[in-house]
């Protein structure tokens, strides 16, 4: 089955160190997104990339960084510069060029001690 | 970024028809409106999405006002399985595509 795969499904990491979150997908689609959703909130949007080997900052970039080298993966560094890094982050794609709707990964919750 | 406004919380009782409200009086004419779903510790998921005309599907419809300023999701049946956050959200084609998620309604559904 088509879909995507956030791994793992909980992280945890000691304060001042960068973890990568992974997001692989078999849907063929160009636009992947990442998200983070602290508790009682809705999503907000941290980088996209709508092809490969390029990307743009959301609306909370600082603190994160992204690569997109393959079409099927689109990997989220929290670096320790990530002020508050604890939260449930996940990975979205959609399919380009025309109407269609967003398809979401299960989420990874990262807890930093 | 067109900005939505949805009650915070509904409730519903299970079989019974819900109508989740949306305002989106700052909409433009290329935005479509999507509706998604969120379970606790889940990724949200897709429930549908229209431009102009009601739009059905196997999980819901959507109502839109003529004017665009509003939409309705309506779910037919509800289930316990359909107790959720719902998010109502314009998004413009061309660009980003981006998602902006407000806070959605709570729905609750009782046995």
């Known amino acids: 089955d088509g879909g995507i795969t956030q791994s793992p499904k909980y992280l945890f990491r000691k304060e001042g160190q960068n973890v990568t979150l992974s997001c692989e997908q078999n849907?063929?689609?160009?636009?992947m997104y990442w998200y983070r959703q602290d508790p009682g909130q809705g999503l907000r949007l941290i980088y996209y990339s709508q092809i490969v080997n390029d990307f743009q900052k959301g609306d909370i970039a600082e603190g994160y960084s992204v690569s997109r080298e393959k079409k099927e993966s689109f990997p989220l560094t929290v670096t320790s510069a990530q002020k508050n890094p604890t939260a449930f982050y996940l990975c979205?794609?959609?399919?380009?060029?025309?109407?269609?709707?967003?398809?979401f990964g299960s989420g990874t919750r990262l807890t930093v001690v | 970024d067109a900005k939505t406004t949805q009650p915070n919380s509904m409730e519903s009782n299970e079989e019974e028809p819900v109508h989740l409200p949306c305002n989106h009086s700052t909409i433009s004419g290329t935005d479509y409106i999507h509706w998604y779903r969120q379970l606790p510790s889940q990724g949200p998921e897709y429930v549908i999405h229209g431009l102009t005309s009601n739009v059905n599907n196997r999980m819901a419809s959507l109502a839109i006002a003529e004017d665009r300023k509003s939409s309705t999701l309506i779910l037919h049946r509800a289930t316990l399985r359909d107790a959720a956050v719902y998010y109502c959200?314009?998004?413009?084609?061309?660009?980003?595509?981006?998602?902006?998620f407000g806070k959605g309604t709570k729905l609750t559904v009782n046995p």
């Open positions: 979205a794609t959609r399919r380009q060029g025309g109407n269609y709707g967003y398809t």
């Open positions: 959200i314009p998004v413009r084609q061309g660009g980003s595509e981006k998602l902006v």
């Open positions: 849907l063929n689609h160009d636009a």
